[in-house]
T-cell receptor, first 114, second 114 residues
């Protein structure tokens, strides 16, 4: 069965600090897709990234970077030089190939203090 | 380029009543998925509609039903409302097959059952 675990319920850091959000997943499929979404207080889920299981390259987008490691079934998300606007709940999610149901972690609430 | 839209934004209903929520997908998208998000939790998949048919369903009772129209918009109907149905209902759209695994979300409808 597929499962996504975000062990960090809440993280609080001071602005400009780097912060890493952890995501561990379980799946029996060899082909799957991993996602990160951001949910600000307004409630709308904002797509951040999709990573395919066959592509283990890390990705960097501005202050955001993602570290995908199949050996440890992890897909961690790092924000460099955090800003107050980064405050939100961040969700990691998984879809198996041929399935259309996103399986979600419980989310990590990130608080960036000025 | 219009994103995913949902209506209404907020809704208050009484136990036992019925409710209909509406969703218009992002331009170019033909698939609509519905999720329920209880406070402090990750979203839970309700079902997905493609070509006006329910393609996949999560673990929700038959009180939850849906419909997709020829213009790809969708409705979520919930009958015999329970207090536990209070949640944020999120609609997500995607296009099949090329973007089947990348879902874009609307702002949600917050349903309160009293």
């Amino acid at each position: 069965a597929q499962k996504v675990t975000q062990a960090q319920t809440e993280i609080s850091v001071v602005e400009k600090e780097d912060v890493t959000l952890d995501c561990v997943y379980e799946t029996r499929d060899t082909t799957y897709y991993l996602f990160w979404y951001k949910q600000p207080p307004s409630g709308e889920l904002v797509f951040l990234i999709r990573r395919n299981s066959f592509d283990e390259q890390n990705e960097i987008s501005g202050r955001y970077s993602w570290n995908f490691q199949k050996s440890t079934s992890s897909f961690n998300f790092t924000i460099t030089a955090s800003q107050v606007v980064d405050s939100a709940v961040y969700f990691c999610a998984l879809i198996e190939d041929g399935n259309y149901q996103l399986i979600w972690g419980a989310g990590t609430k990130l608080i960036i203090k000025p | 380029d219009a994103g995913v839209t949902q209506s209404p934004t907020h809704l208050i209903k009484t136990r036992g009543q019925q409710v209909t929520l509406r969703c218009s997908p992002k331009s170019g998208h033909d698939t609509v998925s519905w999720y329920q998000q209880a406070l402090g939790q990750g979203p839970q998949f309700i079902f997905q509609y493609y070509e006006e048919e329910e393609r996949q369903r999560g673990n929700f009772p038959d009180r939850f039903s849906g419909h997709q129209f020829p213009n790809y918009s969708s409705e979520l109907n919930v009958n015999a409302l329970l207090l536990g149905d209070s949640a944020l209902y999120l609609c997500a759209s995607s296009f099949f097959p090329g973007g089947a695994y990348e879902q874009y979300f609307g702002p949600g409808t917050r349903l309160t059952v009293t």
